[in-house]
C-alpha cells in the first residue's frame, strides 16, 4: 500500500488544491505562525551583554548546550526571549503522562471524553509555567556567575531586577510557544509542537553543513570523509522512510449478514495496520528532554567543576558520547517507546470495538483473546521499532561526539526532520480528500434537487 506522501503527490490535482480555501488558510496560517517563532528566536534577552555571552557560549558549546542549542532554533545561542524554547512543555508533558498512567483520578479523567482531556491539557499547562519558571530562575543565577575569557560578564546589571524580569520574559516565551503550537493543531496543519522543534532543526542544517566544509577546509575532515558522512545521512534517511511505513497488517472478517429478508451483505475482509513505530518521533523527543535538562543546568551554570565530587563525577561519565550517557539515553528511548505505544493504543478497546462492530480476526475468540493477541503483536513490533530508533538516534551520536560534527546532523534531528514532514503531508492529503468528498456531496445534492 502507498504511503500517504506518495498518494498525495501521485494524485495531486492542483485545480482542487486551489479551490480547497479552508486547506490553504490553515497551511498560511502555519507558514506566519512558524515565521513568527523564527523572528522570536532573535530578540535578545534584556540584559545580556552579546560580545561577552558569545565568548562564553563558545568556549562552552561542543556538548549537551550544543544539543539544546540545536533543539531550541538556536535562541540559546543568542540568549533569546525564547531560549528555552519548547521544552518546559514537552518535560511537563512527560511528567503528566506518567502520573497520569499512575494516578486513577487521572487515569478516570482521561477517561471522561473532552471535558477530561482539556483538564489534562489544564494541568499541563500549569506545569510547564513552574518547570520555565525553575529553569528561568536557574538560567538567570547561571548567567550571573559566568564570564567571558576577558573578565566580562554576560549579565550588564546582575541582581534581584534582573533575575525578575528574565523569569518573566523566558517563562512568557515559552508560554508563548506552547500557545502558538497549540494554534497550529488547531487552525493549521500537522501538530504544533513538532512543527516548531521541526523548524528550529532543519534552520540549523545550512550551519551545520558549512561547519562540515569548513572542517574539510582546515584539514581537520578529508574529502572521503565528507562523502562518506553524506552517504551515511542519506542511508539514515532512506532507512527513516522505509521503518516509519512499515506496518504489521491484521486480518479481521466481518461474517455475512441478511438484510432485507432476501439479500445478504458483509462477509468482507479488511486490514487493521498496526505500524512497526506506533510511538512516533516522541520517544526521542522526551529521551532528548529529560537528559537536557539537568545536563544543561549542570554544565550551565558551572556547578559542574565546583569541587563537590559527586557532582563532578556524574558530570563526567554523563558527557556526550561517554558510555553511560549513551546507554542511559538508549534506555529511555526504549521506555518511551513502550510507554507511549502502551497510551496510544489501548488492545482491550480495540477488541471491544472489533466485537460491536461484529468483526473478528480469523482463528481468535472475539474478546479478551483478541485483546490478548493484539498486545502480543504489538510488544513484538513495538521491540522491533525501539531497536529501530535507538539505532537511528546513537550512530549519528556516536560519530559526533568521536568525530566532531554538528549536532543538526544527529539521529534525533534527522528522525525528526523526516517524520513530522510525513505527518504533516498525510494531514493535508487528508484534508484535500475530505475537500474532494464535500464537493461530490454537494454536486449529488444539486443533482437531486434538479430532479
Keep these: 500500500m502507498a504511503s500517504a506522501v506518495e498518494q498525495f503527490t501521485s494524485n495531486l490535482n492542483f ?11 490553515r497551511l498560511w496560517f502555519m507558514l506566519v505562525a512558524l515565521l513568527i517563532y523564527r523572528v522570536g528566536t532573535h530578540i535578545p534577552l534584556p540584559g545580556i551583554d552579546p560580545s561577552a555571552w558569545n565568548d562564553i557560549f563558545s568556549s562552552k558549546s561542543g556538548g549537551v548546550l550544543d ?5 531550541s532554533g538556536g535562541a540559546l545561542e543568542r540568549m533569546s526571549i525564547l531560549a528555552l524554547n519548547i521544552m518546559p512543555y514537552i518535560s511537563a508533558s512527560i511528567i503528566m503522562q506518567i502520573m497520569t498512567s ?3 483520578a487521572l487515569e478516570a479523567m482521561k477517561k471522561e471524553g473532552e471535558a477530561g482531556r482539556k483538564r ?6 500549569y506545569g510547564t509555567v513552574i518547570l520555565a519558571a525553575i529553569q528561568a530562575y536557574g538560567l538567570a543565577v547561571g548567567l550571573e556567575n559566568l564570564s567571558s575569557s576577558a573578565g566580562g560578564s554576560a549579565v550588564i546589571n546582575p541582581g534581584m531586577f534582573f533575575r525578575v524580569t528574565t523569569i518573566i520574559t523566558v517563562v512568557g516565551g515559552t ?20 512543527l516548531i522543534i521541526f523548524c528550529g532543526i532543519v534552520a540549523g542544517i545550512p550551519k551545520a553543513v558549512a561547519k562540515v566544509l569548513e572542517l574539510a577546509r582546515t584539514g581537520d575532515m578529508t574529502a572521503v570523509g565528507i562523502i562518506l558522512i553524506a552517504a551515511m545521512v542519506a ?6 522512510v522505509f521503518m516509519e511505513r ?29 505500524k512497526l513505530n506506533t510511538a512516533g518521533v516522541i520517544p526521542a523527543i522526551f529521551a532528548s528532554s529529560l537528559l537536557l535538562m539537568p545536563l544543561s543546568i549542570v554544565q550551565f551554570t558551572g556547578i559542574s567543576g565546583s569541587g563537590v565530587e559527586w557532582i563532578d563525577t556524574l558530570s563526567r561519565y554523563l558527557a556526550h558520547g561517554q558510555p553511560a550517557y549513551m546507554a542511559l539515553y538508549g534506555g529511555l528511548i526504549v521506555f518511551f517507546a513502550f510507554f507511549y505505544t502502551a497510551i496510544v493504543f489501548n488492545p482491550d478497546e480495540t477488541a471491544d470495538n472489533l466485537r460491536k462492530s461484529n468483526g473478528f480476526i480469523p482463528g481468535i475468540r472475539p474478546g479478551a483473546s483478541t485483546a490478548e493477541y493484539l498486545d ?10 525501539a531497536a529501530y530508533l535507538t539505532f537511528v538516534c546513537l550512530l549519528p551520536e556516536f560519530l559526533i561526539s568521536h568525530y566532531g560534527l554538528p549536532f543538526a546532523l544527529g539521529g534525533t534531528s534527522l528522525l525528526i526532520a523526516v517524520t513530522v514532514p510525513m505527518d504533516t503531508v498525510a494531514q493535508i492529503h487528508s484534508h484535500l480528500i475530505a475537500h474532494q468528498y464535500e464537493g461530490l456531496i454537494k454536486k449529488s445534492k444539486l443533482r437531486g434537487s434538479r430532479k
Design 15 to 25: 485545480g482542487a488544491f486551489s479551490k480547497a480555501q479552508e486547506l490553504k488558510q
Design 67 to 71: 544539543m539544546f542549542n540545536m533543539f
Design 102 to 104: 499512575m494516578n486513577p
Design 120 to 125: 489534562l491539557n489544564q494541568y499541563t499547562r
Design 175 to 194: 508560554v508563548f510557544l506552547m500557545w502558538l503550537g497549540e494554534q497550529i493543531s488547531q487552525r493549521g496543519v500537522g501538530n504544533g509542537i513538532s
Design 235 to 240: 542511508v539514515v534517511l532512506t532507512f527513516i
Design 246 to 274: 512499515a506496518q504489521r497488517r491484521v486480518v479481521v472478517q466481518y461474517p455475512k449478514r441478511m438484510v432485507g429478508g432476501n439479500r445478504m451483505s458483509g462477509g468482507e475482509t479488511s486490514h487493521m495496520p498496526l
Design 376 to 385: 502480543k503483536i504489538l510488544t513484538r513490533i513495538t521491540v522491533i521499532g
